[in-house]
Structures are given as structure tokens and as C-alpha cells.
Nanobody
Framework: QVQLVESGGGLVQPGGSLTLSCAASGATYSDYRMTWYRQSPGKQREFVAEISSGSSTNYADSVKGRFTISRDNAKNTVYLQMNNLKSKDTAVYYC????????????WGQGTQVTVSS
């Protein structure tokens, strides 16, 4: 499976910005669709954003216009730029990888904590 390490989380005030990183290894990274998920206390894990091998993107309605997913294939890394953060964005953020015809191929890591608070 693809190994994934998330980083970049922290404490930020409402309206602030933060960029998360996800480093991938264990496979040919450029072939995979990459995704971000998040899980808030007491809630189920939810989809946030995805980016295809061709850099097409898709976002959950709750983050459209505020979050941007991107990838740097030379570094085997996917990013999530988060702007205008709200308290509801507080969660542990996870990334994963997917391959057409195979589905999820990454292992869930520890994630990175994002806390939006005054």
C-alpha cells in the first residue's frame, strides 16, 4: 500500500489560513488520485477534496471556494490550502490515494490536527 504522512496542522483563528501537506511513498505517486478527508470529534470521517492524476479537482460543498487541493509530483506530495477557516473546519485531516479500477490503495495515517479557534 501507499504510505502517507500528513503535516502542517495547527491552531489558527477564524478567517485565517493554513496549508496541509501529504507526502506519499510506496507506489508510483503520479498515477494516483489523491484525496483529503477530515474527522471532527463525535462525527464520521468526511470527504473534503480530491485531485486526479491529471490535476482535475473536486471539493465538498462545505469547502468550495475556500480550500484548494494541488499536487507536486516531483516531491510526491499533495497539498490542501485552506483559506477563510471556520470553527466547523476543526478536525483531524487525513489524505489517501486511489487508483482507477482498484479503489483505495493507501493506508490511513495519523492525520494532522487543525484547530480553528479564537
Amino acid at each position: 500500500q501507499v504510505q502517507l504522512v500528513e503535516s502542517g496542522g495547527g491552531l489558527v483563528q477564524p478567517g485565517g489560513s493554513l496549508t496541509l501537506s501529504c507526502a506519499a511513498s510506496g507506489a508510483t505517486y503520479s498515477d494516483y488520485r489523491m484525496t483529503w478527508y477530515r474527522q471532527s470529534p463525535g462525527k464520521q470521517r468526511e470527504f473534503v477534496a480530491e485531485i486526479s492524476s491529471g490535476s482535475s479537482t473536486n471539493y465538498a460543498d462545505s469547502v468550495k471556494g475556500r480550500f484548494t487541493i494541488s499536487r507536486d509530483n516531483a516531491k510526491n506530495t499533495v497539498y490542501l490550502q485552506m483559506n477563510n477557516l471556520k470553527s466547523k473546519d476543526t478536525a483531524v485531516y487525513y489524505c489517501n490515494s486511489h487508483l482507477a479500477g482498484r479503489g483505495l490503495v493507501g493506508s490511513w495515517g495519523q492525520g494532522t490536527q487543525v484547530t480553528v479557534s479564537s
